[in-house]
C-alpha cells in the first residue's frame, strides 16, 4: 500500500468516526427533556470536536485529519462535556430538588455572583459575550 493510500485510509477511518459522534452528540443536543444549556453543550460539543481534530492535525504537521488525530479530539472533547455536565449537575442540583428547571439565565447569573466576568461565562457556555450580557440585562 502507498503512502497516499495509507493516507486516504486513515482519512476515511476519520471521517467515519467523526460522523458517528457528531451524531451522537447532536442527538443527545435535540432530545426533548433537556434544558437549553444541555442542548448548548452538546451542539457545541460537536462543533469543538472538528476544530480541536483540526487543530491537532496542524499541529502534529500533518495535511489531513487521520484516524488517531480524530480519536484524540473525541476523547478531549468527551472529557470536556463530561466536565461541563458535572458542573451543570452542580449548579442545578437544589433547583431539581425543588422540581425547577434551570435556564441559561440563572447559569448566567449563578457564575457572576460567584464573581465570573461575562466573556470567561460565553467562552465556557460557548456563546456570545452579548449574549450573555443580554441574559444578565433581563430581569
Avoid at 447559569?107 to 459575550?129: D, H, S
Wanted: aromatic share 8%; glycine share 6%; net charge negative.
Amino acid at each position: 500500500m502507498t503512502e497516499n493510500a495509507q493516507a486516504q485510509e486513515l482519512h476515511r477511518a476519520a471521517v467515519e468516526r467523526w460522523e458517528e459522534r457528531g451524531d451522537t452528540l447532536d442527538e443527545n443536543g435535540s432530545d426533548d427533556d433537556f434544558d437549553d444549556v444541555k442542548s448548548s453543550i452538546y451542539y457545541k460539543a460537536n462543533y469543538h470536536l472538528c476544530r480541536m481534530a483540526m487543530t491537532a492535525a496542524v499541529l502534529n504537521g500533518d495535511r489531513i485529519i487521520s484516524a488517531p488525530v480524530i480519536r484524540y479530539a473525541i476523547d478531549v472533547t468527551n472529557y470536556l462535556v463530561a466536565n461541563q455536565l458535572y458542573f451543570l449537575n452542580v449548579v442545578v442540583r437544589d433547583d431539581r430538588q425543588r422540581g425547577q428547571s434551570v435556564g441559561m439565565k440563572e447559569v448566567c447569573q449563578y457564575l457572576v455572583q460567584r464573581g465570573k466576568r461575562q466573556i470567561e461565562i460565553a467562552n465556557f457556555l460557548g456563546v456570545e459575550r452579548q449574549t450573555v450580557h443580554g441574559y444578565l440585562k433581563t430581569d
